[in-house]
């Protein structure tokens, strides 16, 4: 009997309840966005300031984030440590991405009302707004968060709440896609919002070293680290290799995209100070290439 004298409240409703309510904040931010990428491209034309891609990658992430939380591989997600890793994994190395590609800052702002429009315009411009989004401030905080996150709902006792409490389960899954947003809006995010590339590589290996300690952590620990009845049914098996996980994909996602950072910045440098280079003479000498200042 629940306190009010009534029968107890079934999980499963309540499981049902939190779904519907997933759905309806995702539709609405689908539909603030798209109200704000149609007001945009009316001024511009379409595609401009934000191309189709970046809309289709915002479209793209919104999906993978409803179905991690609420997809057809539920059942397995459920049964096992390794299925919620994979759940966590996607949303932050997926969804995340893909809603920070987006560039949602802009359309999102467009589809608010205009005396809302103009309270954020005088938040973004007020010193403290300004501190928050310095380089060094962004890559702290972003890092720092993300860190703290994975931590936080990793441990025993916030991992088996979540578990136990569904409203808990949607909150956790809210702080990953959230803390992955954040992180790597600065660095797939438009070109004004982006971090410098010294700054992006090292938010990016910043928050690598953190997880792929907690992974080693999960996979190199002698005995299971949970209660054996939220792991599968060879316990140990189940963890270290949730822990793997954990530690291979970020570890590859975040080793790629640096790479890519920096491969972006040497063509840049390079669109700015190009080489002359000049065919092969009839010699078949190549003349060397000069750069500005010498010779």
């Known amino acids: 009997?629940?306190?009010?004298?009534?029968?107890?409240?079934?999980?499963?409703?309540?499981?049902?309840?939190?779904?519907?309510?997933?759905?309806?904040?995702?539709?609405l931010l689908a539909a603030g966005y798209g109200r704000g990428v149609h007001e945009l491209w009316a001024r511009r034309g379409a595609g401009?300031?934000?191309?189709?891609?970046?809309?289709?990658?915002?479209?793209?992430?919104?999906?993978?984030?409803?179905?991690?939380?609420?997809?057809?591989?539920a059942g397995f997600v459920e049964r096992s440590f390794t299925g919620h890793m994979t759940q966590h994994m996607v949303l932050m190395l997926v969804a995340g991405p893909l809603l920070a590609t987006g560039g949602a800052g802009l359309p999102l702002t467009l589809a608010c009302p205009a005396p809302l429009r103009r309270r954020l315009a005088r938040l973004r411009t007020s010193p403290p707004a300004r501190w928050l989004r310095r380089p060094s401030t962004t890559a702290l905080a972003a890092g720092g968060g993300q860190t703290l996150v994975?931590?936080?709902?990793?441990?025993p006792g916030p991992y088996l709440a979540a578990l136990e409490q569904p409203a808990l389960h949607a909150l956790e899954h809210a702080c990953f896609l959230g803390a992955a947003?954040?992180?790597?809006?600065?660095?797939?995010?438009?070109?004004?919002?982006?971090?410098?590339?010294?700054?992006?590589?090292?938010?990016?290996?910043?928050?690598m070293l953190?997880?792929?300690?907690?992974?080693?952590?999960?996979?190199?620990?002698?005995?299971?680290?949970?209660p054996l009845r939220v792991l599968g049914p060879?316990?140990?098996?189940?963890?270290?290799?949730a822990g793997l996980l954990m530690w291979a994909p970020m570890d590859v996602a975040v080793l790629v995209a640096t790479l890519a950072v920096f491969l972006r910045w040497l063509l840049m440098l390079q669109g700015r100070r190009p080489d002359q280079v000049t065919s092969p003479e009839p010699g078949g000498v190549v003349p060397v290439a000069r750069t500005e200042g010498v010779g």
Request: aromatic share 8%.
């Open 234 to 241: 060879d316990p140990l098996a189940d963890q270290q290799l």
């Open 181 to 207: 947003w954040l992180i790597w809006a600065p660095v797939l995010g438009v070109a004004r919002h982006r971090l410098p590339t010294p700054a992006a590589m090292l938010l990016l290996v910043g928050t």
């Open 48 to 73: 401009g300031v934000l191309p189709g891609w970046r809309v289709g990658a915002f479209a793209g992430g919104l999906v993978i984030a409803l179905a991690a939380q609420n997809g057809p591989a």
């Open 210 to 226: 953190p997880a792929s300690a907690l992974g080693a952590v999960l996979t190199f620990a002698p005995q299971p680290v949970y």
């Open 1 to 27: 009997m629940s306190a009010n004298g009534g029968p107890p409240a079934d999980p499963s409703v309540l499981a049902g309840l939190l779904a519907i309510l997933l759905a309806a904040a995702v539709a």
């Open 150 to 155: 994975l931590w936080f709902w990793h441990l």
